[in-house]
């Protein structure tokens, strides 16, 4: 064990993400451009040695996008955009560049199911005509596939190869959305269906089969966002699960794989991740917009980045309002120019205000927020050779914990497989975050600085409360086998 934290009752102590600006749901809406383009926008990346009994020696990347999907969300429900780039990138070196990128591109092919109405062939207003229970059915009136491609070295200049399944075939089949237990027959149905679209895959230079799995999920994400946003209307000392989580009711889409580890770690075990969505440069809305589906414009031009996505909350709680746009549009190699928002952070000064009784740390520049958002922590997942940047990194020497001995606070708590050694869908990044900018690792280190953070217990007042919005995120919501998030809420039930 690392070190554990010890729960404090002594001050009163709330989530103050409200008076920081932004949503307070990881990364739902977290920037003002990034809110109008849904498609595009990431809401939670996780990056953890896979714990499914047998496949400890593999990599589980999950990359959510499309926040706040009501699953009755018809007619057209939630597909992505086809004429955007998802990627999921990984630093293997320390240097903040990306040394391995995996893109997703996404299509839509329209079936345009016809019915005779008196004597005429018309075309159906739905995106499924009958019972749905295979990938690109007869009654699936519209097929949404994807291809998956590996870059190895720069995203836009690197060696670019498919990722294939047995017999070469490149293009995948992404399930429908959950419309309904009537449609996919049944309350077990679609869980059935979907599992499908689970495909195990060949990744070139990569001598070990991996898998992958693109589809709608329940949200995995939990915070108490209401009470938040009504004036920290919540007891954040009180028990967990007080409060009811926001996103209970809501769906995202997932892009999942799980890839050999030796296949994607260098001579440093540590790895670095991110993800992003990027789209072309230029954009022409044709009007009248071309028959068929997705066709109201066309896009030329470099991609551009505009959603960006690494350590959890960082866009929403560390980066002003005047630059999360510039945020989400950058790379971790420029990260300097952001390096005011963590060495100086605002949140902690913002709870100080609203809650006088909870003191902000004291020791400037912040160096102990540095070692949780930009390098990683000595002793855990610190890179040998690393430039501050922001990502998630995860240090994969470190064993995989069982689902049923998982802590949802990670490291805090001694479980060192958890948060901020990558990200479990399990771990509770809310509570560990705010307790982070409250300057815990400064308690944790002790007077010495054994874990070399750059500060000490007197530096941080208020460094073991024991901070909670009451809407407890825990290892036992979800399963223990790939892609480890649920299965979408239905339309209809």
């Not at 077990?188 to 195990?200: I, P, S, V």
Request: charged letters at 15%; a neutral charge.
């Amino acid at each position: 064990m690392i070190f554990s934290i010890r729960p404090v009752q002594a001050c009163v102590l709330a989530l103050c993400a409200a008076a920081a600006g932004g949503a307070f749901a990881s990364s739902h809406r977290e920037a003002p451009s990034i809110a109008g383009m849904p498609k595009l926008d990431a809401t939670d990346f996780y990056m953890f040695r896979s714990y499914e009994p047998g496949r400890q020696n593999y990599l589980t990347l999950i990359a959510n996008y499309q926040p706040d999907q009501s699953p009755y969300g018809g007619p057209n429900y939630f597909t992505m955009d086809p004429n955007a780039l998802y990627e999921i990138h990984l630093d293997t070196d320390g240097d903040a560049v990306e040394n391995i990128t995996f893109q997703f591109k996404f299509k839509n092919t329209l079936r345009d199911i016809q019915l005779p109405i008196s004597g005429k062939q018309v075309s159906i207003p739905l995106v499924q005509a009958g019972g749905i229970s295979a990938p690109n059915g007869a009654t699936s009136n519209l097929r949404e596939t994807f291809t998956l491609n590996v870059v190895r070295g720069d995203r836009r200049k690197g060696t670019v190869q498919p990722v294939t399944m047995a017999g070469g075939a490149t293009e995948f089949d992404k399930p429908t959305d959950n419309i309904g237990d009537k449609t996919f027959g049944g309350p077990t149905g679609y869980a059935t269906y979907a599992n499908q679209h689970l495909y195990t895959v060949s990744i070139p230079g990569c001598g070990t089969p991996a898998r992958v799995f693109v589809g709608q999920r329940k949200d995995s994400f939990s915070v108490a966002l209401g009470q938040v946003f009504d004036l920290i209307n919540l007891n954040p000392l009180g028990a967990p699960n007080g409060n009811p989580d926001a996103l209970a009711g809501k769906n995202i889409t997932t892009m999942a794989l799980e890839v050999p580890i030796a296949c994607v770690t260098g001579t440093d075990p540590i790895i670095g991740g991110w993800t992003s969505a990027s789209v072309r440069q230029g954009r022409l809305i044709a009007s009248p917009p071309k028959s068929g589906h997705g066709t109201t414009a066309l896009n030329g031009g470099a991609w551009a980045q505009v959603s960006r996505l690494g350590m959890p909350l960082v866009n929403e709680l560390v980066i002003g309002l005047k630059d999360k746009d510039k945020f989400n549009s950058s790379k971790p190699k420029d990260d300097g120019q952001f390096a005011d928002y963590v060495t100086n952070p605002t949140l902690p000064a913002l709870i100080q205000t609203l809650f006088p009784s909870a003191p902000a740390p004291t020791n400037f520049p912040r160096t102990d927020l540095v070692a949780a958002f930009l390098t990683g922590v000595e002793g855990v997942n610190k890179p040998a050779n690393v430039k501050a940047s922001e990502m998630l990194r995860l240090n994969t020497s470190i064993p995989p914990t069982p689902k049923a001995s998982q802590m949802n606070l990670g490291v805090l708590v001694g479980d060192n497989a958890g948060f901020p050694n990558g990200r479990r869908p399990g771990d509770d990044i809310v509570d560990a975050e705010l307790r982070v900018a409250m300057g815990v690792l400064c308690v944790a280190t002790g007077a010495s600085d054994t874990l070399k953070v750059g500060c000490k217990p007197a530096d941080a007042p208020a460094g073991s409360a024991a901070l909670t919005d009451g809407a407890t995120q825990s290892p036992a919501q979800f399963a223990d086998t790939f892609p480890y998030l649920n299965t979408p809420l239905p339309g209809a039930q």
